[in-house]
């Protein structure tokens, strides 16, 4: 059925797309099968321009072909490359989960794992998402959802997201170049201690921290405890085979968000960075500017 399904969408692409569905927001799709149950072997356009958003297919029957691309610019350049991450509802069921690529599939996600709600990353160049419907023998209501991310791919470093879910990922430090890249283009950067390990995966722990100083932060990840404890917390997560530091040293946090959960990047020794810093500082090779020395005020 699905070399059937590629050798009916290959001519449609052809045509002008007047069949092609647009979300209303360009960042998230909701759609039924019932829309087309008397063609069951069609395949579905949805063009997605948004680097974050979701869909929701009810009543899976077909195929949908889900185009994602950023909807400005990519900050990061082209260089980088782009992955997209995709995380299942865990009620998510009904259809199996593919990439295409020149004509060719090759699974990415069957229906059964869906309901862990791992996220799962691939590279643009690997393929595009196509999702099949799998051949039901009643009509009860089944819905295949999920959220996604467009992200860069990202160099060295303690973590790297895209790697994590596609790939073995060593935790290598930093380098003192990775460390200033990272605290001007992190979507969080912070001043603080790991606690103790809040929850354990097979490919990844979550740690809680405490937190001294947030001097960035992409959206409020961090809660702050108010005018008598003056610090914030909060949890970041980070490959299960790395070593979680303990003894309440201070180090400089920093990485991205991915679905609403904060993931670490570089980690160097908050002293340590003072001095990377400074060094960088008076070369005027700094790639951006901070006052790590000062007292920030909480914000």
Request: with cysteine.
């Amino acid at each position: 059925m699905l070399r059937s399904l590629l050798l009916l969408w290959i001519p449609a692409a052809l045509l002008s797309g007047a069949g092609a569905q647009y979300s209303s927001d360009q960042c998230s799709w909701r759609g039924s099968g019932l829309s087309h149950e008397a063609h069951h072997r069609d395949v579905e356009q949805v063009y997605l321009r948004c680097s974050q958003g979701s869909v929701e297919w009810l009543y899976p029957t077909g195929a949908i072909f889900i185009n994602l691309r950023p909807n400005t610019e990519p900050s990061w350049g082209h260089s980088l490359g782009l992955h997209v991450c995709i995380r299942p509802h865990a009620h998510s069921q009904g259809a199996n989960m593919y990439l295409e690529k020149a004509g060719e599939l090759k699974l990415l996600l069957a229906e059964k794992e869906q309901a862990s709600g791992s996220v799962h990353c691939f590279s643009k160049d690997d393929g595009a998402l196509f999702v099949e419907a799998v051949p039901q023998t009643d009509i009860s209501r089944r819905i295949t959802a999920f959220q996604y991310e467009l992200v860069p791919s990202q160099g060295p470093g303690v973590h790297m997201y895209t790697r994590l879910h596609s790939g073995p990922v060593a935790c290598v430090p930093c380098s003192d170049a990775d460390v200033l890249m990272a605290v001007c283009t992190s979507d969080f950067v912070a001043r603080g201690s790991f606690r103790g390990v809040a929850k354990v995966t097979e490919d990844h722990s979550e740690v809680m921290v405490s937190l001294k100083q947030v001097l960035q932060q992409k959206s409020r990840i961090f809660a702050w405890g108010g005018a008598r404890v003056r610090s914030w917390s909060g949890r970041v997560s980070l490959p299960a085979r790395c070593h979680i530091p303990t003894g309440g040293e201070e180090f400089l946090l920093t990485g991205s968000i991915h679905f609403g959960e904060a993931w670490l990047g570089c980690a160097p020794r908050y002293k340590d960075f003072i001095k990377i810093y400074s060094s960088a500082q008076s070369e005027g090779s700094n790639p951006c500017q901070l006052h790590p020395s000062e007292e920030l005020p909480f914000s």
